[in-house]
């Protein structure tokens, strides 16, 4: 199953790191509101039938938890998402090297790389009701296969309950919702989310996501065009 991840997330990390040394590119702001639907559906409609026939099954699922606790929000996304997206580099799924998907991008392809799991769970719960400050998009380091000392970079969703909590970590590789002392075989190393960019899984931030990470404010953008905020 792991052996199924390219070299492509390898390239994303480098990416991730040169942005946070760089900087210096100018702020979106994109606030948080609740989703739209018919901007959601209309959007859906204009990329295809695949990706509208996604919103018709996201939407019930999302107006359904709007009440849930967020556990119940987790496992549902986290296996809408699973289920409906199959594993695919972005040379295969976009003819290109590096692409973020927006998730009605992902739910049109029917497949994403690890970035693309972990967006559309990202959004998706936000438009359940899941605050945007409980979660966090994790580059991580994977051990493969066991002790052998090979890794490769890979991205996860982390949700904190409190901010001191032990985070539950949801995945496209590990589908059960584990929290982090349960998945040993994965080392953080930047994790970031609408509001901040941080080293590891630290609490202090080290910038302004929008300013700094490029891909992700065009990802929040047209998460925004697709009615997710």
């Keep these: 199953m792991y052996t199924a991840l390219s070299s ?14 760089l ?6 702001c994109v606030t948080p509101r609740a989703w739209d639907a018919e901007r ?19 939407q019930p699922m999302l107006a359904g938890l709007s009440d849930a606790e967020d556990l119940k929000r987790l496992d549902a996304v986290n296996r809408f998402v699973n289920q409906r997206i199959v594993f695919g580099d972005d040379q295969q799924v976009w003819q290109m090297a590096d692409y973020w998907a927006s998730p009605l991008e992902t739910l049109n392809q029917g497949m994403g790389d690890c970035e693309d799991f972990a967006i559309a769970k990202y959004f998706s719960l936000m438009g359940a009701g899941v605050a945007a400050s409980r979660m ?6 994977l051990q493969l296969g066991g002790s052998s000392g090979i890794s490769q970079a890979h991205m996860v969703l982390a949700y904190y309950a409190t901010p ?3 985070p539950l970590i949801l995945d496209n590789l590990v589908t059960e919702i584990r929290t982090a002392s349960r998945r040993p075989d994965l ?4 994790s970031f989310n609408s509001d901040g960019i941080w080293q590891g899984t630290g609490r202090q931030s080290v910038g302004d996501p929008l300013a700094r990470l ?10 925004r065009a697709e009615g997710f905020l």
């Design 164 to 166: 001191d909590a032990e």
């Design 40 to 58: 959601m559906l209309e959007s859906a409609r204009r990329l295809g039938p695949r990706a509208l026939h996604g919103v018709q099954l996201l």
């Design 23 to 28: 900087g210096g590119l100018a702020v979106v």
């Design 136 to 141: 966090r998009l994790v580059y991580v380091r």
């Design 214 to 223: 490029s891909r992700w404010r065009d990802v929040l953008l047209k998460a």
């Design 8 to 21: 492509r997330c390898v390239a994303s990390l480098a990416w991730l790191r040169r942005a946070l040394v």
């Design 187 to 190: 080392t953080p190393v930047f």
